[in-house]
């Protein structure tokens, strides 16, 4: 009994009519036996699990190799915001990312500011960029970045008993 990749490319998840939509013709197709996730290291791993390994590490290692960056954003920031997100419908990964990472580290943001975390249309500071998944490298992947790798590795996969 194993995952087996049924879709290497399934593309970016879309706003949750576009997600629902997708997903009950997965439903449709696969029945409970389907699951998003990526290959790593030769292995299936849920997108869940996945959040973990490379989008919580990948912010967790730009933090430890950026202190300034992550001092800078503590100073400023009152509150993180994602305009795209906002405005699409689409997931939201980089805010609650960066919190789970403060909240771990029993950091706290002490700024009066809103901080945009992405380069989408405006962006409200120049940490902004710095902290977008566009600009973000995949941990274990240095010519990659977390978005690229979020959205192209993605892949859905099917329980085969």
């Not at 490379?54 to 992550?70: V, W």
């Not at 700024?111 to 945009?116: H, L, R």
Request: charged share 30%; glycine share 6%.
């Amino acid at each position: 009994m194993s995952w087996r990749i049924v879709d290497r490319k399934i593309g970016k998840a879309g706003n949750i009519k576009q997600r629902q939509k997708r997903q009950s013709e997965w439903d449709k197709k696969y029945g409970d036996n389907w699951m998003i996730g990526y290959v790593i290291d030769g292995e299936f791993v849920s997108q869940e699990d996945a959040l973990e390994s490379i989008y919580y590490k990948s912010y967790e290692e730009y933090f430890n190799n950026n202190p300034d960056d992550l001092q800078e954003l503590i100073q400023l920031a009152k509150v993180l915001r994602n305009p795209h997100s906002a405005l699409t419908g689409g997931v939201d990964l980089q805010v609650p990312t960066i919190m789970d990472y403060l909240q771990r580290n029993n950091l706290k943001l002490l700024g009066n500011e809103v901080v945009d975390i992405g380069s989408f249309g405006t962006r409200s500071h120049k940490i902004s960029v710095r902290l977008s998944p566009l600009t973000i490298k995949a941990i274990g992947n240095p010519k990659m970045t977390l978005e690229k790798f979020w959205q192209e590795k993605k892949c859905l996969a099917v329980w085969e008993d």
